[in-house]
């Protein structure tokens, strides 16, 4: 008898964009009910081969085949037929619809024109149970965390029956605890007999479910290597072309004077009828990264927002460098603050602008940029953004010029950094400022935090990584619903420690440092 075909073969797969191959003759083959992680750093071209599998792209050269069989994937709906289903980084889901609304769009059972939802909702809540995907089918999405947004997306491809799963950066945008969850489901779905392609640039969950790792270096195939014979050492090295140190090297801080000083502030959250954040006060000095800690949802996101003008305050004051800026418009407070925020979509670029006009974004109407008539100074914004792409390693096709919609997630993040830190500020506050990058760019930027530390500028850091909080801060700060329930030096606690700082089960009575 011969071989058991592959579930997915894609063989000798080249795409081009103008002036760049983002995959250049790729082969990559998925067993039947594995889990095969795709590795590379950003803008390897990851994203580019699984968007060519599931049909969004037409490859130039090579062959597709499903279950031994060639293959023409012209378009989503025949991978969809194929049982070939994706889970793209930025889920596609309509906000205003509820969660089995979407699941069932594009499939829906229909009699004389009207929505057979009994049937659909038998069906969704039979696959959510069988493969722990809790949900509530009757939520809409513009009210779900991001974990239930996500099993969303994965019971859209189990009601569609699809046996071929694909995963873009699943746990970019989780959670510590969702992550573990969806660990469990990858683990549940290979089980059952379902075929995985995981792209992910976290080492450690690639040994935690892959069976086997291919990797992409700027758009070439390096190899395919067995997780049960290799370490995230070896992955490291494959994926960047050189060793990556996984820890960070920092010297002690040398603290001066208080730079941003929060005195009882509360902020409301969505809904406007509630605080958020309530009577929460602390400082941040110069020379010094004081990390706010917490599990998504406790009012980490309000409170940026409150500093950084992004909506008003319900009670308290905020000083930056001794002024009072607690009613300070963003154009003010940006003098001195820098912002790396959460949603780099939402609160970080304008897509349709070009990558020069996003870097100088909070600077085109200073004299460098404007003339005194108001006109933009096109060659003097391309020479200052060629300068910043250069020096931060931001990668794109058309350089200065690239639509940054086109970027990859990781180079679009790198954008934005490069941005916020340029401006030289006495603040930085850095949300989530690693988040869905390589180890390589991880490394980039936590150096780049340290240097600014090292400089005298404030860093106050919000970050869901647990590692991340452990490595980069002076000091953390833990947040459990609205409040600052705990301030603990990272060289004298654990991560078990200050999970239960963030659990609730213990908290300091903590007053800001004077």
């Known amino acids: 008898m011969g071989e058991t075909p592959y579930a997915i073969e894609m063989l000798g797969i080249t795409k081009r964009f103008s002036g760049i191959t983002a995959n250049d003759d790729i082969t990559l083959k998925l067993k039947k009910g594995e889990i095969h992680a795709l590795l590379g750093e950003n803008g390897a071209g990851k994203s580019t081969l699984m968007s060519v599998l599931f049909g969004l792209y037409t490859p130039e050269e090579g062959t597709i085949k499903k279950d031994g069989q060639v293959v023409n994937i012209t378009d989503p709906n025949v991978a969809d037929r194929l049982g070939i289903g994706m889970v793209h980084q930025h889920f596609k889901l309509v906000e205003c ?56 997306e994965i019971l859209k491809m189990l009601y569609r029956d699809s046996d071929v799963l694909i995963f873009d950066e699943p746990t970019a945008v989780l959670t510590p605890q969702e992550i573990e969850e969806l660990m469990h ?119 940026v927002y409150g500093l950084t003008g992004l909506t008003n305050v319900s009670g308290g004051k905020i000083e930056l460098c001794g002024a009072d800026i607690t009613h300070s418009p963003v154009r003010k407070r940006s003098e001195k603050m820098s912002h790396i925020p959460e949603d780099r979509h939402k609160h970080g670029l304008v ?94 930027i936590h150096k780049q935090l340290i240097a600014e530390r090292d400089a005298g500028k404030a860093v106050l850091l919000v970050s869901l990584e647990l590692e991340e909080v452990m490595n980069l801060s002076d000091r953390i700060l833990v947040m459990y619903e609205g409040e600052i329930v705990g301030e603990i030096d990272p060289k004298k606690t654990d991560s078990e420690e200050l999970g239960m700082y963030m659990s609730g089960a213990k908290r300091d009575k903590v007053e800001a440092d004077r």
Not at 194 to 210: P, W, Y
């Open 351 to 444: 897509l349709d602008y070009s990558l020069e006009y996003n870097i100088v974004l909070q600077r085109y109407f200073e004299p460098e940029f404007v003339t005194g008539a108001g006109f933009l100074k096109k060659n003097a914004i391309r020479e200052y953004a060629e300068r910043l792409i250069e020096k931060y390693d931001v990668r794109s096709g058309l350089g200065a010029a690239t639509t940054v919609r086109s970027m990859s997630g990781g180079n679009q993040q790198k954008a934005i950094i490069a941005r916020e830190i340029d401006r030289d500020p006495k603040l930085i506050v850095a949300v989530q400022p690693t988040r869905g990058l390589d180890v390589g760019a991880i490394e980039n």
């Open 185 to 303: 489901i990858l683990k549940n779905l290979a089980a059952e007999g379902k075929s995985i392609l995981f792209i992910s640039h976290k080492l450690n969950e690639i040994m935690e479910v892959a069976d086997r790792c291919s990797v992409l270096r700027k758009g070439k195939y390096i190899g395919t290597v067995d997780i049960s014979s290799t370490t995230p050492e070896e992955l490291s090295r494959m994926m960047c072309g050189h060793d990556v140190k996984l820890s960070v090297d920092k010297k002690p801080a040398k603290t001066g004077e208080v730079v941003l000083d929060v005195k009882g502030l509360s902020v409301k959250g969505k809904n406007k009828h509630k605080d958020k954040v309530r009577n929460v006060s602390f400082n941040v000095r110069a020379g010094e990264i004081v990390c706010i800690a917490g599990i998504d949802g406790n009012g980490q996101s309000e409170l």
């Open 97 to 152: 619809f509820t969660v089995l609304e979407n699941i069932v769009l594009g499939v829906e059972t229909t009699k004389n024109g009207f929505l057979q939802q009994k049937e659909a909702r038998k069906k969704i809540m039979e696959l959510s149970e069988r493969y722990g995907l809790k949900v509530d089918p009757d939520a809409k999405i513009s009210d779900v965390t991001v974990g239930m947004q996500q099993r969303t």
